[in-house]
């Protein structure tokens, strides 16, 4: 019977991990501020959030505890959350939440567990959570600098929303290489977010090279 229930929660999760890749992909190859691009964005942020909400009790059930995939499942999670959270930024009147200096703070200590449990083992998946972990401290950093003055410049919130979103993106791209192709190996998990970086440095240099100015008050 648990089985039975691990099996559906299993299909569920990669039903709405399908419907976020689906949707990350029109988000990304559509004008970006279209209806298309808003409308794809919010069933990415969906189908994300469902995917790896329903994939953190999968890992802890008998028989398929992975404490790796409980910890990418919160990774992902933080990306879709504040990526989405910075669009609430693009208006100057909105001040800093408690609730986002939280997320933050509360990613930062998953990376750095990551790190730990890395760098205790002695296993090939020991490399995966000490990349991830890394990457978890310098997304808080970025996030960091971003909270103290999220109105610094004009698109600030953008250059944040583009590369939590991206991350995001990236993240589904990875888990339908390795779960719905089946491709295996510690580079599987890596060599997305080489490429995915490129796009997102891509993205924040257009970004940026249009709205360093400063705010005007």
Known sequence: MIETVITLAIYVHALFGGIGLIAGTLSVI????????????KWFVIGMLL?????????????????????????TIYMVVVGKRALRYKFRKNKVARLDWTITIVMFCISIVM??????????????????????VVLCIS????????HK??????????????????????AFLVAGLSISGVAIWIIPSFFGTAIIIYYIKKVRRTSLR???N
């Open 30 to 41: 559509t004008k970006k501020g279209s209806s298309l691009h808003r409308k794809s964005g």
């Open 51 to 75: 995917s790896s909400g329903i994939s953190l009790p999968i890992a802890c059930m008998p028989g398929h505890i992975n404490l790796f995939l409980f910890l990418i499942g919160l990774f």
């Open 115 to 136: 790190i730990l449990c890395g760098s205790l083992m002695f296993e090939k998946v020991s490399v995966l959570y000490i990349y991830f972990g890394i990457v978890g």
């Open 143 to 150: 996030d960091y600098k971003f909270l103290r003055n999220p």
């Open 153 to 174: 410049t004009r698109n600030m919130w953008l250059v944040q929303h583009i590369g939590k979103i991206m991350g995001a993106y990236i993240a589904s791209v990875t």
């Open 214 to 216: 400063p705010e005007v």
